[in-house]
């Protein structure tokens, strides 16, 4: 059920000089910037510069532009085809046509004419085919302001207390085992830095489940396997660490996703109407399409490893059953499918799409029998949230400031007990949605309170630790570079009654507690 005025029903949100530091016992509790301690005891303190990451990409592309001028035509083809494709070697050709022989220039204009009329053949029902590749990334990253954050991805290892992020400079960082390095003052934190030649405009990250070593980077021309170590003391991992995937016309990879239990890895691009199941051991993808929809932006397995979601650049999208294959398709009427999250058991799909503020939900049968997989999908998706912009009066009824909070939907996180949802909204909002959300008998989803950040911050991208046990914990990349952390304590709506006082007393113990887990910047 759907309320014109979801936010009126929000606690009143945080001014300016606030921010929001945790939650306890339901209620998101702020503080004045100035007594706020930003540091959660046993995490990284995570701040990247702004300006340092593009002095840097700015000199190495520099340092490129003479790099390439040395190399010798065939070099020059095959680096334009792992960067553009077929179209980039033959561009490489024709520009450079007095250094080849006139039938292999004469040959390369006409495939470069073709390849352009076809391309704006079908690029006339698909838009975004016209697009750069940066402009591609830029537009599907499910971080908000991709070209500009400092942070273009971030990701969580689905066991171990890890996350790795991928800066300006098309570096990768890790950050692993910090809780046990942070109780020995001995030891210093070793941050393993990523970086691989191919490596650039990096659109997304994700770790293989069962592994503790394998991460899978999603870039502008291929998918770079990286395997890094827990036990190694190199910072800079060698080219011998990280397996190359390509496939041709497969590439930006915008989006990456492991199956549950790690075997099968699912990537997309939005100029590929094919996904890509990638066996990564034997270096062998198997192509899964459907015509229609221009490509595939978005690919997220559910938790239960049963289903498949994927959206294309169209206003299509398909769930997929994965014992055979087969999948069911959703047509929307306010534009592509813009970002989307599981609940913990696989059976109910939330979704948000590009052109309206309205978070919708569709469920799905569980399945009892393996050997009968099936899909039952509700045939409609129920609008469960109106997220339109709204005007809250920010503090008590007598203040007269206010600020605006909503809007259309970037990115949604929902945490692994199904009790916490976050949204950031596309633009320049301040502020970041939280719900209260139960899953049974049937799903409902509740105000619980708005986040904010340091004065001038605006929220990038979120997503919940996965393994975390006293609750949830939501990080937030903002804009400013800075990663927060959002301990949120509660009671969880499984809780029986008999237990609840029980359950009281432990959330106001852990508010004691909250309130000396950070250290003062």
């Known amino acids: 059920m759907t309320s014109a005025s979801i936010f ?11 921010i929001t530091v945790f939650e306890q016992i339901g209620e998101l509790n702020h503080v004045p910037q100035e007594q706020a301690k930003l540091k959660l005891q046993g995490y990284p303190d995570v701040s990247v510069n702004k300006d340092s990451t593009r002095n840097l990409t700015q000199r190495e592309n520099a340092k490129s532009a003479f790099l390439l001028h040395d190399e010798t035509m065939s070099k020059r083809v095959y680096h334009a085809w792992q960067d553009m494709g077929i179209s980039g070697a033959l561009e490489e050709i024709v520009n450079d046509s007095d250094q080849v022989p006139n039938w292999i220039s004469s040959v390369a204009q006409k495939l470069l004419v073709l390849s352009r009329w076809t391309g704006s053949l079908h690029g006339s029902f698909f838009p975004h085919l016209a697009l750069s590749n940066e402009d591609i990334v830029s537009r599907y990253s499910r971080v908000v302001h991709w070209t500009t954050s400092p942070i273009k991805a971030f990701s969580w290892h689905p066991h171990t207390l890890k996350f790795s992020y991928a800066l300006q400079d098309d570096t990768v960082r890790v950050h692993a085992n910090f809780t046990e390095l942070a109780s020995s003052l001995k030891h210093t934190e070793l941050v393993p ?20 070593s394998v991460l899978a980077v999603g870039c502008q021309s291929c998918i770079l396997i990286w395997h890094v170590e827990p036990t190694s003391l190199a910072t800079r991992p060698s080219s011998s660490s990280v397996q190359v995937l390509q496939e041709s016309g497969h590439s930006p990879v915008t989006s990456l996703s492991w199956s549950p239990d790690g075997r099968i890895l699912m990537s997309a691009s939005p100029v590929d109407t094919a996904m890509m199941a990638w066996d990564v051991a034997l270096e062998t993808c198997t192509p899964l399409r459907r015509f229609g929809g221009g490509g ?19 206003n299509v999208f398909r769930v997929w059953e994965t014992r055979t294959w087969n999948c069911e398709k959703w047509s929307t009427s306010t534009g592509p499918c813009k970002t989307a999250c599981w609940s913990p058991k696989g059976n109910i799909l939330l979704f948000a799409t590009e052109n309206h503020p309205v978070i919708y939900s569709l469920t799905f049968s569980e399945v009892s029998d393996e050997k009968k997989p099936v899909i039952f999908g509700s045939q409609t998706a129920m609008a469960t949230v109106d997220l339109s912009e709204t005007d809250l009066q920010i503090g008590d009824s007598s203040s007269v400031n206010s600020c605006r909070v909503g809007g259309l939907i970037q990115h949604m996180s929902w945490d692994s007990h199904g009790e916490r949802l976050a949204v950031v909204f596309q633009g320049n909002c301040d502020y970041i949605a939280v719900f209260r959300t139960k899953l049974y008998p049937l799903l409902e989803v509740t105000p619980c309170g708005v986040v904010k950040g340091l004065d001038g911050e605006t929220a990038e991208f979120v997503q919940f630790q996965p393994n975390y046990s006293k609750g949830a914990l939501l990080i937030v990349v903002w804009s400013s570079g800075r990663v927060g952390y959002l301990p949120m304590h509660f009671i969880s709506s499984s809780t029986s009654v008999s ?22 910047t």
Do not use: M
Request: aromatic share 10%; proline share 10%.
């Open 8 to 18: 009126r029903s929000f606690p009143p949100p945080p001014g300016k000089g606030q």
């Open 193 to 212: 830095i990523l970086k691989h030649k191919l490596q650039k405009n990096i659109a997304c990250l994700d770790w293989q489940p069962n592994s503790s």
């Open 296 to 314: 595939v932006s978005l690919v997220s397995w559910s938790p239960d490893g049963s289903k498949l979601f994927s959206a294309t650049p169209s």
């Open 499 to 520: 237990s609840l006082e029980d359950e009281i007393k432990f959330q106001q113990h852990q508010h004691t507690f909250s309130s000396g887990i950070y250290s003062t």
